[in-house]
């Protein structure tokens, strides 16, 4: 893995997602507009919003993120740009690295606004500090980029890469312990949410919203998903395809 080719990759994927408002409205704008929707939706309630509004504040960047990277990626390899980015002295390391990056620039901006936002305007009230809130957020949205570049090798299409949003991230919203708590779950469901990513995402929002410091268990939280992510990035390196047959 070269710095210099991974950090000109960043730099060009930054320069198409510049030419894409689109995009750009899908990954800042709506995770926005989903937060405010849900502050209206409990307004009777703050105490319901407070507890949900701080897990889909993990929970959406990490769904546009592996929505658009997932899609990104693959118009690459469709297109034959990755191949002819293959040819070149450009190892997959470098080409996972530096969407890595450019999304991740993308994620800091994404997580700062949602929880601008949610703390300064919506009035979402958490026990412990809004800056644990944004890292946590920016690591579920850089999870949500990694399961993105991880996925888009199996797809062939971009419709394909749409539908791996419900096969891969709807069984964990369901089992991350948003509607119900995981304890409260059939062992069986309770023992497939422990090694779901998204459990833990919710779990260290959690953890913010009840106390005060940095607990044991926030950080496991936080770890486990900066793991999955770097797992998923070194997964996607190892499966990446040049081109779609």
């Known amino acids: 893995m070269n710095a210099a080719r991974t950090l000109a990759t960043a730099r060009r994927v930054l ?14 704008v709506v995770p926005c507009v989903l937060l405010t929707l849900l502050k209206y ?3 009777a309630s703050p105490r319901t919003y407070d507890s949900a509004g701080a897990s889909l504040l993990g929970i959406f960047p990490l769904i546009t993120m592996f929505l658009v990277t997932s899609i990104a990626t693959l118009r690459e390899r469709t297109s034959g740009t990755l191949e002819r980015l293959m040819s070149m002295p450009l190892a997959k390391a470098d ?8 999304f991740g620039a993308v994620a800091v901006v994404q997580a700062s606004l949602a929880t601008g936002l949610s703390v300064l305007l919506l009035g979402l009230d958490v026990t412990g500090s809004p800056w644990l809130l944004l890292v946590t957020a920016l690591a579920d949205a850089f999870l949500g980029t990694a399961l993105g570049l991880f996925v888009s090798a199996f797809a062939a299409s971009e419709f394909q890469a749409v539908q791996f949003m ?29 090694v779901l990513p998204m459990s833990y995402a919710v779990d260290g929002m959690g953890q913010v919203v009840h106390h005060g410091g940095v607990t ?3 950080v496991r939280d936080l770890a486990v ?10 997964l996607g390196a190892a499966t990446l395809r040049r081109r779609t047959p």
């Open 15 to 28: 320069r198409q997602l510049g030419h894409d408002p689109r995009t750009i409205a899908l990954m800042l």
């Open 41 to 43: 939706v409990f307004d």
């Open 95 to 102: 080409l996972l690295g530096g969407y890595a990056l450019a």
């Open 166 to 194: 419900p096969a891969v991230l709807l069984p964990q919203l369901l089992l991350c312990g948003l509607f119900v708590p995981r304890h409260a779950m059939q062992p069986v469901l309770t023992g497939l949410s422990d």
């Open 216 to 218: 044991g268990a926030f």
């Open 225 to 234: 998903v900066a793991g999955c992510a770097l797992l998923a990035l070194g």
